[in-house]
């Protein structure tokens, strides 16, 4: 009954030889590359420590030069940058992945306020960006008058039981209003119901002459912030429809200068404010009338994307592409001739393309997908450089592997990065791919700590991600308490941030943007020889194929 000495040796012997078989399996060699995931292959060491400093801090200071013009969106300063990008592609033997050579030229249309836009109260002017913005959407030239109402929330409903117009018609009137939601009402349940909207509508529809927001800054945002950006010139896609000639004007008050259109109505802005969150609110004329007048110059221009590619060395694997994205555009020349040099954000970025794009063209290891390198323009405007070209892509979308952005608020130089943050790494399988890739390089992936900025929705790799191709931005920064480079970011913000100050800095370290670069490379490589390409966490809701024309799942 027992096993004979017999069968037990030639039990060995076949799994010996199975053994030994296995060995030699290219099943079990490639599971064998596999799964040692968390460490570096001698391939990826070599890559990581071929990613230049020099040609980081170079490419940096080049495109966030005087010269450069802080790279605006159809100014001559972003046209110059295109074409350094495209010299620089070159000389690394990308191949051209434009409509002309590199460059894929896209349509936009600016938008600036002429001096004879003006808001009068009776006689008196006031000062636009000061004391008032006109705020999006605007459809062109306007003048119209009218008089003052304030109608607090312009809210008529059941729950809470309201009516704010009770007993006035708006037609012909300008209209003081608050953004909601009243303090009485759940801001979730009030966004759902898009009650902001249906209340601006029905306004509009009821024919009010324009429509005043006013107390609309928060300490985190305040009217200052809001002001700055709204006089900037305004950039879009000029295929995009204008928007239609009936809306009237929207506007946005400072606080001083809404307490002025209250003067002489009874009462006070503050009593106003009060009133409005009470019950039983009623319109309250403020007894005069104003004066709005609007008048834009339109102009049509050129800007370029631009896009090269290392193609890939499997002849199959070699037609599926990983896009590599960073915006090279910044805020140009505006507001008279002050330039936005963007260096943090994103002339780094860019800087850290081109050095991950030289490691790998450089490189003798085999990469079997084809590498897309993607410079895109007008991001900073609504991601216009990124969503051209998901509409008119030069590679097919459904063989776009996945892609990395390389995007950010510069908090990468503040030391040697140690932690890095994954935005989209929830929702694919770059998620796992980013913590083997940190694990192998001594870096700890945390969870976003300002959840709140939303910064998932608002870069490049967002377009991809609506599209159904898995992308990721990664943010990196040092070691320690993350508070403390929190802080210096939040405080970056505020006096830096899409401001003419945003310029490379003595105290920058520039070991940061090198671990950036060499990451991106080390993801790239992963991603060009996996088997498959990146896919979707099953349950998340961008789980969607490549190329899908769905709308995106709702901000969450
Ligand atoms: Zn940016």
């Known amino acids: 009954m027992a096993n004979s000495l017999k069968h037990l040796l030639v039990c060995k012997f076949v799994a010996t030889l199975l053994a030994v078989l296995l060995l030699f399996s290219p099943v079990l060699l490639r599971a064998q590359q596999t799964s040692a995931t968390n460490v570096l292959s001698a391939e990826e060491r070599d890559l990581s420590a071929s990613v230049k400093v020099e040609t980081i801090k170079e490419v940096t200071a080049a495109l966030s030069s005087v010269e450069m013009q802080g790279r605006g969106t159809m100014q001559a300063g972003g046209d110059r940058a295109a074409d350094y990008i495209a010299q620089r592609f070159a000389k690394l033997g990308l191949k051209p992945l434009g409509k002309t050579s590199y460059m894929q030229p896209i349509t936009f249309r600016e938008t600036r306020f002429l001096p004879e836009t003006s808001f009068r109260l009776g006689e008196d002017p006031f000062t636009l960006g000061t004391d008032y913005v006109v705020t999006p959407p605007y459809s062109g030239d306007k003048s119209v008058s009218g008089q003052l109402v304030f109608v607090a929330y312009g809210l008529t409903s059941n729950v809470p039981k309201r009516d704010d117009l009770a007993g006035i018609d708006v037609k012909g009137k300008i209209v003081v209003m608050l953004e909601g939601p009243p303090k009485n009402v759940d801001k979730l349940s009030w966004s759902k119901a898009k009650a902001q909207m249906t209340i601006m509508q029905r306004l509009v529809y009821q024919g009010a002459a324009g429509l005043v927001f006013v107390n609309t800054g928060t300490a985190d945002r305040p009217y200052s912030e809001m002001a700055d950006y709204l006089t900037r010139r305004r950039l879009e896609l000029a295929e995009n429809e204008e928007m239609p000639s009936f809306l009237p004007p929207f506007l946005t008050f400072s606080n001083e200068a809404a307490e002025k259109l209250f003067v002489g109505s009874g009462l006070t802005f503050d009593q106003a404010l009060e009133l409005a969150d009470r019950e039983g609110f009623k319109p309250i004329s403020l007894k005069k009338s104003a004066k709005i007048t609007i008048r834009l110059k339109k102009t049509k221009g050129i800007s370029n994307n631009v896009i090269g590619f290392l ?20 805020y140009g020349v505006d507001k008279g001739n002050r330039i936005y040099h963007g260096a943090a954000d994103n002339a780094l970025g860019v800087a850290e393309m081109i050095a991950a794009a030289e490691a790998l063209t450089q490189s003798h290891a085999r990469i079997r997908r084809s590498i897309i390198f993607l410079a895109v323009t007008g991001e900073e405007y609504g991601g216009f450089g990124s969503s051209y070209w998901i509409d008119n892509p030069t590679w097919k979308i459904k063989q776009i592997a996945a892609n990395l952005n390389f995007d950010g608020m510069g908090t990468e130089v503040y030391g040697p990065v140690k932690t890095l943050v994954g935005y989209g790494a929830e929702h694919s399988s770059l998620g796992a791919l980013l913590k083997d890739v940190a694990a192998a390089t001594g870096l700890t992936v945390i969870a976003d700590p300002r959840p709140e ?68 490379v080390i993801l790239g490589f992963r991603i060009a020889n996996q088997d498959q390409m990146p896919s979707w966490i099953p349950n998340s809701p961008f789980n969607r194929e490549r190329g899908t024309n769905k709308p995106p799942p709702p901000l969450q």
Do not use: C
């Not at 193609?311 to 910044?330: M, N, Q, R």
């Not at 320690?480 to 405080?491: D, F, L, P, Y």
């Not at 070991?511 to 950036?516: D, K, L, N, S």
């Open 311 to 330: 193609e890939g060395s499997d002849p199959t694997l070699k037609a599926e592409g990983l896009v590599y994205t960073a915006h090279y555009d910044a």
């Open 453 to 520: 900025e939303k910064s998932f929705y608002r870069s490049d790799h967002y377009y991809f991600v609506k599209k159904g191709v898995p992308g990721l931005m990664i943010l990196g920064a040092p070691e320690g308490e993350i508070s403390a480079w929190i802080n210096r970011m939040k405080e970056w913000e505020k006096i830096d941030y899409h401001q003419p100050t945003d310029v490379v800095r003595p105290d920058w370290n520039w070991e940061g943007p090198r671990t950036m670069a060499a990451l991106g």
